[in-house]
């Protein structure tokens, strides 16, 4: 399609419009805690109105602002754009070779807190949705961006809170989380957090184990009992099998430790908090525990669940008892889908590769719009090393082509021959 080699064109011309856009959303820094959003916001806004993008500010409470923009035509399908403006703290500043927010190019590379994770895919989304406006590129369908506060505390008053409440809608979505260049997301691992707690009876330290009943005893007991769930895992046939097996490949890869794959198709545990007890001659009374429990496809949260609930019957404790705090499923999208497709022709087109389509072992906020019903890819820019970490980098040529392949899958999607 000639409309699409003109467009790449034109990307490759305003190069410099599109990565000192990228360079501009770095310098805000829009560290989530404490998450001020206003600022980037309004810079968004400001943005898509110089080439005509209607778009309005949703929020949920102050200090929330949740962006829809949309261009095209309304009454064709619609397919929404996902990013997230708000990023981890920098944490240690000794321990960056740069500073964190200064949004600038060396080496090919972008430099600064969320330039992989995730605003240079974000800004080639906007990029884009401005660079249609402007040339006027008829749509048959809807280009939809949201950009959403707090991807990085959970979702809930963004993605979640714009999805359920219907304040968008569509026929397929693509977030624009770090995946690199040569692969897409297609499923995630499910999440359950559970807050473990342990009751007993208080005595003088010099008495245990003939006096009181010391809860941290019994919490050490359930958490040893609790590692089972690690050996629970999914069955897999057709697509998801084929899926499984090129993830768990690419995870061996990527983290490169015995056993890493496991991660993939298995439940993961991790206990990240305990405390209990007042003081060293006193049998504590009280313990709790937190603890992080990840899920792959073909395993639900209640299966977890009624595991958990089958350690701790049968280690006969008393006083024991459970919460959760997070509960997700385990999600994911068909690679025969439309979504998916459309990805892996504009990169092979783009990149002259064969993209990998795999699950990522963490969570994201694709699944809110997969659990809405709604086919769902990740695909973005990315260099893996200092995302939530030291040196967050992004590399230039990424970012490039990863807005051409956005712009592919808009025409791809949304205009009808
Ligand atoms: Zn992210």
């Not at 999805?163 to 770090?178: L, R, S, W």
């Not at 297609?186 to 009181?212: C, F, I, M």
């Not at 603890?291 to 639900?300: A, T």
């Amino acid at each position: 399609m000639n409309i699409k080699k003109e467009l790449w064109k034109e990307i490759d011309n305003r190069k410099e419009q599109l990565i000192d856009l990228c360079c501009q959303l770095i310098k805000m820094p829009t560290e989530n805690p404490p998450g001020e959003m206003e600022d980037i916001t309004e810079f968004i806004c400001k943005y898509l109105e110089k080439f005509g993008v209607e778009n309005k500010v949703h929020r949920p409470k102050p200090n929330k602002p949740n962006i829809v923009a949309k261009y095209g035509n309304e009454k064709g399908k619609k397919l929404i754009f996902n990013g997230h403006a708000d990023v981890v703290p920098a944490g240690d500043l000794s321990k960056w070779d740069f500073d964190p927010y200064c949004g600038k190019v060396k080496d090919g590379k972008i430099l600064g807190r969320g330039t992989s994770d995730m605003k240079a895919g974000l800004g080639g989304v906007i990029f884009v949705m401005g660079l249609l406006a402007e040339k006027k590129i008829p749509l048959d369908g809807q280009m939809f961006l949201t950009v959403v506060p707090d991807e990085e505390i959970s979702g809930e008053l963004g993605t979640k809170w714009i999805v359920e409440n219907n304040i968008v809608t569509g026929d397929a979505c693509v977030v624009a989380e770090p995946t690199g260049y040569d692969n897409c997301e297609v499923g995630q691992r499910g999440t359950l957090w559970v807050n473990l707690k342990a009751e007993g009876t208080s005595a003088h330290g010099s008495l245990s184990p003939y006096v009181g009943d010391n809860a941290i005893e019994k919490l050490i007991k359930v958490l040893e009992g609790i590692k089972c769930l690690t050996k629970l895992h999914g069955e897999y046939e057709g697509e998801v099998k084929e899926v499984i097996k090129e993830s768990k490949i690419a995870a061996k890869e990527c983290l490169n430790k015995p056993g890493v794959e496991n991660i993939i198709d298995h439940v993961t545990v991790n206990i990240g908090q305990i405390k209990g007890g007042t003081k060293t001659n006193m049998v504590p009374d009280s313990a709790q525990a937190d603890v992080d429990i990840r899920i792959p496809l073909g395993v639900s949260t209640q299966r977890v669940i009624d595991n958990i609930d089958k350690v701790i019957e049968d280690l006969n404790l008393k006083g024991i008892t459970y919460t959760y705090s997070w509960r997700s499923e385990p999600n994911n999208v068909s690679i025969n889908s439309e979504i998916v497709k459309a990805v892996k022709r504009n990169t092979k087109d783009v990149l002259g590769i064969d993209i990998s389509a795999t699950y990522q072992w963490a969570s994201s906020d694709a699944r809110y719009f997969r659990s809405a019903g709604i086919p769902t890819i990740q695909y973005g820019p990315a260099n893996t090393e200092g995302i939530h970490s030291y040196n967050e980098t992004v590399d230039v040529k990424d970012v490039i082509n990863a807005a051409k392949v956005y712009a592919g899958m808009v025409l791809d999607m949304l205009v009808y021959d």
